[in-house]
């Protein structure tokens, strides 16, 4: 799997939008950028994952960079319980179907 | 739907004792997934299984531990003997094939080997 780098934390505003950016600068022309985040004690929920078009749904939209080799999730009106580690995954089309977790980005979301 | 199901939530055990984990994936789900979780090594993937099957186990730490899925409504993780450094919060998951789904994850077990 490709590898990815994410800051060790953020913070961000309630209310403000949150911009959690991913570098995956070895990533392959059929490999999936996914996010998934982990509130304390749970279970990580998955939230969205595109290829190279930019991804909106209920909980986020996905940026991808035109040469995908980084991405940013936005959520776009972020409150207290959007606190949680926030990973960004790449994995292949047809490959395996195993998601490897990094260290992910702790964002803090402040009233 | 219930989500993927794990029991017990919590289990207090002494060290070498058998310690087993149950997990209840989504109906119609292929996949499932187990997963190991503490502060020092994160979320570590541990084995999947494609309809049953186990496909990859590179992730099992040592030979006290195996899992089997007997049918495609449960899977179990065991541990015999366990030992403190067990001691984690396993998370079971489960999915349909390919890569347009995302993982849905149980709220795991929290294991605590004394």
């Known amino acids: 799997d490709a590898k990815t780098t994410q800051p060790t934390s953020m913070d961000c505003a309630e209310g403000r939008a949150a911009n959690l950016p991913c570098n995956h600068s070895?990533?392959?022309?059929?490999?999936?950028v996914y996010w998934y985040r982990q509130i304390h004690s749970q279970g990580p929920q998955y939230i969205i994952h595109?290829?190279?078009n930019n991804e909106t749904n209920e909980m986020a939209s996905l940026i991808i960079t035109e040469d995908r080799k980084s991405s940013t999730l936005i959520l776009p009106h972020a409150t207290l319980r959007d606190t949680a580690v926030y990973y960004c995954?790449?994995?292949?089309?047809?490959?395996?179907?195993?998601?490897?977790f990094g260290k992910g980005t702790k964002l803090t979301v402040n009233p | 739907d219930a989500g993927v199901i794990q029991s017990p939530r919590h289990e207090v055990t002494e060290m070498g004792q058998e310690v087993t984990l149950r997990c209840k994936p989504i109906?119609?789900?292929?996949?499932l997934f187990w997963y190991r979780q503490t502060m020092m090594r994160g979320l570590e993937l541990l084995i999947y299984?494609?309809?049953?099957?186990?496909?990859?186990d590179s992730g099992m730490p040592e030979d006290r531990f195996s899992a089997k899925m007997p049918n495609a409504s449960f899977s179990t993780l065991k541990i015999q003997p366990s030992e403190p450094r067990d001691s984690a919060v396993y998370f079971c998951?489960?999915?349909?094939?390919?890569?347009?789904?995302?993982?849905?994850f149980g709220s795991g077990t929290r294991l605590t080997v004394v």
């Open positions: 109906s119609g789900h292929d996949y």
């Open positions: 595109g290829l190279k």
């Open positions: 995954i790449v994995r292949g089309q047809g490959g395996s179907e195993k998601l490897v």
């Open positions: 070895t990533i392959s022309g059929n490999e999936y």
């Open positions: 998951a489960s999915s349909l094939a390919g890569v347009y789904y995302g993982y849905t």
């Open positions: 299984f494609n309809n049953n099957v186990p496909i990859d």
